[in-house]
């Protein structure tokens, strides 16, 4: 089946400080899925942060980028430069296209000043 | 642009009834629409997938019969969670795509509290 691994549990980060969350994937059902990431701020509900779909390619969005890597599976999103509304949970996700998305567990980010 | 309705927000119910919840796509025609939870300490899983003209496909774990699902256009799904117990408290999340088919969208999502 397909899974995916991000930075598990609560990432405290200084205001203006660089954020790297980690993803991996591992999926046995398509060669090169679409990745996601989606953010949810406190109080609202699940939105598309960035996605790419092309192996090799690079999404941004908000200061943050993600590139899709499919020599080490690998989908890490970083902000050089974090402010405080960049408090939130990310999640990293993957699309085989046939079904729904398979998420990560999710990385609480607080960001303070 | 895309949006995703979803209510109610929150939910309460005694245990062992029913409640229903349901999802609207806005802005694009839901070709296909998944419905997701999250259960306390953890991600988000899959219960089933709707796509138009097809049948709707449950993943393991989730059933028909424990919660059922319309999806009789373009624009508008329900699921019910029948018979609730603790173990079906949580987040239940929807998302919609369209004809694109790259991007799913999701609503607020329906928070479930049982009691």
């Known amino acids: 089946g397909d899974s995916v691994t991000q930075t598990e549990g609560q990432v405290t980060v200084s205001e203006s400080k660089s954020l790297i969350i980690n993803c991996t994937y591992s999926t046995t059902s398509i060669a090169y899925p679409n990745l996601f990431w989606y953010v949810r701020y406190p109080g609202e509900g699940l939105q598309l942060l960035l996605k790419?779909?092309?192996?090799?390619q690079k999404g941004s969005s908000r200061g943050f980028e993600a590139t899709y890597n499919k020599e080490t599976t690998s989908f890490h999103l970083q902000k050089a430069s974090v402010q405080e509304s960049d408090s939130a949970v990310y999640y990293c996700?993957?699309?085989?296209?046939?079904?729904?998305?398979?998420f990560g567990l999710g990385t609480r980010v607080s960001v303070f000043p | 642009g895309a949006l995703v309705y979803q209510y109610p927000r929150r939910t309460i119910c005694k245990s062992g009834t029913s409640m229903r919840m349901e999802c609207q796509a806005v802005g694009f025609q839901a070709t296909s629409v998944a419905w997701y939870r999250q259960s306390p300490q953890k991600t988000f899983e899959l219960i089933a997938l709707s796509t138009v003209n097809s049948a709707i496909k449950y993943e393991q774990n989730f059933t028909q019969e424990k919660f059922p699902i319309s999806h009789p256009n373009l624009s508008f799904s329900s699921m019910t969670v029948l018979n609730a117990y603790l173990e079906d408290r949580g987040l239940y999340l929807c998302?919609?795509?369209?004809?694109?088919?790259?991007?799913?969208?999701f609503g607020s999502g329906t928070r479930l509290t049982v009691l």
């Open positions: 998302g919609a795509r369209g004809y694109s088919a790259e991007t799913l969208y």
């Open positions: 790419v779909i092309t192996a090799g």
């Open positions: 996700a993957l699309d085989n296209y046939a079904q729904g998305l398979t």
